[in-house]
C-alpha cells in the first residue's frame, strides 16, 4: 500500500512538472501572463468546487472572520507566485523557471526563522548554500560572471520561489483550523476574486473564442493543479511529510525534461550542475540523510 502511496505522490510532482506545457501554448495563442494565471485559478476554482460538491460538501465551510489567512495563501502566495512564475517561462525557459522556482526553500527557511523563530541548523545552513550556488548556475552567473538571460525573467524567477515559498508560511497558520481541501479550495477562491477585476476580464473575453484556450485553460486548471494536488494529497495520508516533499523535487526534474523535449530547449553543463545542487539541497533540508533516502529507493527498486 505504501508504495502506492509513493506512486501518488510521484505523480502529483509529475503533473506539477507539466505546468511550463501548456502555459507555453497559452502564451503562443496571445495570452499575456496575467491573462494565463486568470484563466488556471478560474478553472482550478471550478473543478475544486465540483470535486468537493460531490465528495464532501463540508470541505467548502470557513468562518469569514478567516478571511484574511486565505487572503495570504491565495492572493499573496498564488496570484503573485504563478504571475512571477508565468513571466519567468517567457523571458527564460521552462527549465530554468522550473528550478528558480525551487528556491522556494531557502526563502521558507529564513522566514521561518524570524516568524516561528525556527532554529538555523548546519544542515539548513549548507542547504541553503547549495540552493543559492544551485541558482547561480543556473541563470549563469557563474562561471561566465555575467546573467546571459534577461534581469526581468531572473527577478521574476526568484520572486515565483519567494511567493511559492510563503504558501508554506500561510499555509501554515491556515491548516490549524481547516482541511487541506478547504485550504486549497479557498486559496483558489481567493486568488480568482482578486485576480478577476486586476486582470480586466471584460477587455479581452473576446479572444475567448477560440477552442484552443478553453481546452489548454482547462487542462492548466485541471492536471497541474487539481488533479496534482489531489494526487499528491492522497499519498501524503500515508507518508510522511519529509519523504514526500523529497519525492516531490522530482517536479523540477519532469519541467525540465519537457523543455528540453517539446521545445528543444538547450542547458549547458553549469546549468544542469546548478539543477543537480538545488535538488540536492531540497532534499538535504530534510530530516533523513541523504545515504537513507537513496538506501531505501535501492531497496524499492530491486524489490
Known sequence: MTRWAYLSIAIGAALWGTIGIFVKELYSLGLTPVQVVTLRVSCAVFFLIGYCFFVNRKWLRIRFNDSPIFIGTGIISIVFFNWCFFIAIQETSISVAAILLYTAPA???????????EALTARKLISLTFSLLGC?????????????????GVIAGLGSGLFYGLYSIFGKFALQKYHPMTVTIYTFVFATLFI?????????VGQLNDFKIWMYAASLGLFPTV????????????VEAGKASIIATLEPVVAAFNGMLLYYEVLSIWQYTGIVLVIISVIAVQNIPLSKFLGRAKMDHSA
Open 136 to 152: 547561480i548556475l543556473v541563470v549563469e552567473l557563474l562561471p561566465s560572471g555575467s546573467i546571459t538571460m534577461t534581469t526581468v
Open 196 to 204: 478577476l477585476p486586476v486582470s480586466q476580464i471584460w477587455t479581452w
Open 107 to 117: 526563502f521558507v527557511l529564513l522566514l521561518s526563522r524570524f516568524i516561528f523563530k
Open 227 to 238: 488533479l496534482a494536488f489531489i494526487f499528491y494529497t492522497k499519498g501524503l495520508d500515508q
